[in-house]
């Protein structure tokens, strides 16, 4: 069966540079969330969208901005990369509604920034 | 809000003993309650979840949890564990309000360490 793809897999950056993480629902799923997960930590939840549309916010930073198009891939847009952003990224996809508790996830993107 | 607490950063056992990893979880209103499994350098995969009736419910790779409403908790249970199940196990919740999307609140993690 299909599933969660992200790309790319892993990314390294610099301070103060730009990146951008994308992620590809399983086929059908109008619904995208986007995970942190730091060193040793618990996945944090940063932000949602379900048909096309923000739908829910976390502890997203400013500096990073996100959308979802209109074949429901999303892009995860990080500026001004700070070490602390140095993570591992998961990607989730579900149905939208009352099905938007089956959240399937991303292998992740692990992002270093040096 | 919800929250949740996993009691156990570690927990060390032996192949073929049976392990319980304890999660307990704090909300104001109804929740669906989750067990996810991150094996090293992968994704998280779900264990099990549970959503209403029954509170005992099974999941994949023989393990199965208990809701217990009165003590809000949500522990995982296996008879009989392998090397293979070594991994980290993250207890999750989410509202049962039925918004557009329904973020997860994950605990700190449980590493499950199978010795041989």
């Known amino acids: 069966a299909a599933g969660v793809i992200q790309s790319p897999r892993h990314l390294i950056k610099e301070k103060r540079e730009t990146a951008t993480l994308k992620c590809y629902p399983i086929?059908?799923?109008?619904?995208v969330y986007w995970y942190q997960q730091g060193p040793g930590q618990d996945p944090q939840f940063l932000i949602s969208?379900?048909?096309?549309?923000?739908?829910d916010k976390g502890s997203i930073p400013d500096r990073f901005s996100a959308q979802q198009f209109s074949d429901y891939h999303s892009e995860l847009n990080m500026s001004s990369l700070e070490l602390g952003d140095s993570a591992l990224y998961f990607c989730?996809?579900?149905?939208?509604?009352?099905?938007?508790?089956?959240?399937?996830f991303g292998p992740g993107t692990r992002l270093t920034v040096t | 809000a919800q929250s949740v607490t996993q009691l156990d950063s570690q927990v060390p056992v032996f192949e073929e003993a049976p392990v319980e990893l304890r999660c307990n979880y704090s909300?104001?209103?109804?929740?669906?309650l989750f067990w996810y499994v991150q094996y090293p350098n992968q994704g998280l995969q779900l264990l099990l979840k549970?959503?209403?009736?029954?509170?005992l419910v099974k999941g994949i790779n023989g393990f199965e949890a208990e809701f217990n409403k009165s003590q809000t908790s949500f522990h995982l249970r296996k008879p009989s564990v392998h090397i293979s199940d070594t991994a980290e196990y993250f207890c999750?919740?989410?509202?049962?309000?039925?918004?557009?999307?329904?973020?997860?609140?994950f605990g700190t993690g449980t590493l499950l360490a199978v010795q041989p």
């Open positions: 989730a996809s579900s149905l939208g509604g009352q099905w938007a508790y089956e959240q399937y």
């Open positions: 086929p059908r799923h109008d619904t």
């Open positions: 549970y959503l209403s009736g029954s509170t």
């Open positions: 999750a919740v989410s509202d049962t309000l039925g918004g557009a999307t329904n973020k997860l609140i």
């Open positions: 909300s104001s209103v109804s929740v669906y």
């Open positions: 969208f379900y048909e096309k549309m923000q739908s």
